[in-house]
């Protein structure tokens, strides 16, 4: 019994690693329904008049692409069907590649046009006082955007003078930037918002989904499979689901493994006596 | 002895997953699997870093460690260049220093954030340290000042109205309601909970139990999402690896 208490980890990762990689071989489909706080953001942005400004805020880096990265395309593609005018930027030096990658990736499909449809601003520090900055003027907080272009010269930007004129705004977070956004944006200049984050910062994030500061939630690769499902462009995310869904299970079962285990051994006892 | 003996073992384990490594990606070369091209060559790079940080599942290892530091490495030059093309090139060497020496209208006032910055790098100097603590007092100054209204307002007022929202709407469903009540209980129960000047004896210690039944669930929940995020990055990285590199799925 003690040997079952105490098995390699190695072990462990193995087995997850196996499901894994089964789950991704194995065809077998599950139905990924979207929860009300992601169908709230699709419905915002459906809502939205064709022109209309959409600013996202790629707040993340490679470390987690997995998770924001699908976020992101599904967005993309939603609101490039829609006709909105997207704006990019990134509060993350190391989020612009994937940023410009994603917006140029997606905006190709469409035949969306650099500069008329579409711009990316780019990095810019500051976190507070940047949002700040753009509540009382996008311009002089971006001079140029990522390319070098002069912003005041941007066709895309026509009409948008500050974050008041923003139609929706969506932060797509793996730190404390929903936040930054809720202080010194949202609450300050009075916009729409919606946001997605990695799961680690989900449950953190619904405080603010029931204070009705933001209007809508996507959280982790579950979030992006149902903004996905939604957006009808079906892609990594919602692949990633069935593995998800594999490894979810195996994790259940070791848990209650290691409490079976647990308590036929005889540890509750002893650690219960060694307590008293 | 056996030190020694797992040691060697270890050396052969890393020399043949290298090897097995090289030879997949030069057979995938010469099958046409991969191009040889920067997308190729990249793919196969991406690849072997990915394997190289999750050889630490296994043990501790050089690999890893080259990986682990090369990505610090990038991670920060990345930064350097992207701060320098985006922020410190257009907001301070184009609107000021350029024109300063081409005898154009430069932006004077840049002045004066150019040197609050240089001044906190002077922390490293013995003889000018004190000039930093200028910039030091203005970044604590603007920040308190601009951070506490907004932090009261948006985490603490904001964050009551929930739990002041009437039970009953008109024409609301019941689920709501029964919310509005579950986040009430959890609000006072945890508070009680955290509530140390009272023993939590009789009614308040009922209560501090459901506080601890609330703090329970809710560890619950971000331990949860914490295996889903993490389940995500491996499935990512997966995925990369069987569809991009070794081209087993779509």
């Not at chain 1, 079952?4 to 789950?23: E, K, M, Q, Y």
């Not at chain 1, 190709?108 to 990316?120: A, I, N, P, R, T």
């Not at chain 1, 690769?221 to 594999?246: D, H, I, N, R």
């Amino acid at each position: 019994m003690q040997r079952l208490l105490n098995i390699d980890r190695r072990i462990i990762f193995a087995a997850v690693g196996l499901a894994v990689i089964a789950s991704l071989i194995i065809k077998f489909s599950l139905p990924v329904p979207a929860s009300p706080p992601v169908q709230r953001i699709y419905d915002k942005i459906e809502s939205l008049p064709v022109g209309a400004h959409l600013l996202i805020s790629f707040d993340y880096d490679p470390s987690s692409k997995e998770e924001l990265q699908p976020m992101a395309l599904a967005l993309l593609h939603h609101s490039f069907r829609k006709g909105l005018k997207v704006i990019g930027m990134t509060h993350n030096p190391s989020g612009t590649g994937l940023a410009e990658q994603a917006m140029n990736s997606v905006a190709s499909l469409y035949q969306k046009k650099y500069k008329e449809d579409y711009v990316f601003l780019g990095y810019k520090p500051g976190g507070a006082s940047l949002i700040m900055n753009m509540g009382e003027d996008i311009h002089t907080a971006f001079l140029k955007d990522f390319y070098g272009n002069d912003t005041t010269m941007l066709p895309a930007l026509e009409g948008v003078e500050s974050l008041k004129d923003i139609d929706y705004l969506i932060d797509l977070a793996a730190g404390v930037t929903i936040e930054t956004w809720i202080a010194f944006g949202k609450e300050k200049y009075q916009f729409e918002m919606g946001a997605g984050c990695t799961a680690v910062i989900g449950p953190d994030m619904y405080p603010y989904l029931d204070s009705r500061q933001i209007n809508g939630l996507m959280a982790g690769l579950k979030g992006a499979a149902e903004y996905e499902t939604l957006a009808e462009c079906k892609a990594q995310a919602f692949k990633g689901m069935l593995p998800q869904s594999v490894t979810h299970c195996l994790v259940v079962l070791f848990v209650l493994f290691g409490n079976v285990v647990f308590f036929i051994s005889g540890g509750f006892r002893s650690k219960r006596r060694q307590s008293r | 002895m056996i030190n020694m003996k797992n040691k060697s073992i270890d050396f052969w384990i890393l020399t043949g997953t290298l090897s097995l490594f090289a030879l997949v990606n030069l057979l995938f070369f010469l099958l046409g699997r991969l191009s040889f091209s920067w997308e190729g060559i990249g793919t196969m790079i991406a690849a072997g870093l990915t394997l190289a940080i999750y050889s630490f599942l296994y043990k501790d290892n050089p690999t890893f460690k080259v990986v682990e530091n090369l990505y610090v490495g990038v991670a920060l030059g990345y930064t350097v260049i992207i701060t320098w093309f985006n922020a410190l090139k257009p907001d301070l060497y184009d609107p000021l220093l350029v024109p300063l020496f081409t005898g154009k209208h430069a932006q004077y006032l840049l002045l004066v954030p150019m040197f609050l910055g240089i001044f906190m790098l002077l922390r490293f100097t013995r003889r000018l340290v004190w000039l930093s603590r200028l910039t030091f007092a203005f970044v604590i100054g603007l920040g308190a000042g601009v951070t506490i209204p907004n932090y009261i307002h948006t985490f603490i007022l904001k964050q009551l109205e929930p739990s002041m929202r009437p039970v009953f709407y008109g024409g609301e469903t019941l689920l709501p309601s029964i919310n509005t009540l579950l986040i009430l209980l959890g609000v006072i129960s945890v508070l009680i909970y955290f509530f140390f000047s009272v023993e939590h004896k009789g009614p308040v210690g009922w209560l501090s139990r459901i506080g601890i039944w609330f703090l329970m669930i809710s560890f619950g929940a971000s331990f949860g999402y914490t295996v889903m995020g993490r389940m995500s990055l491996l499935i990512g990285r997966v995925i990369f690896l069987m569809r991009d590199w070794l081209g087993v799925i779509q």
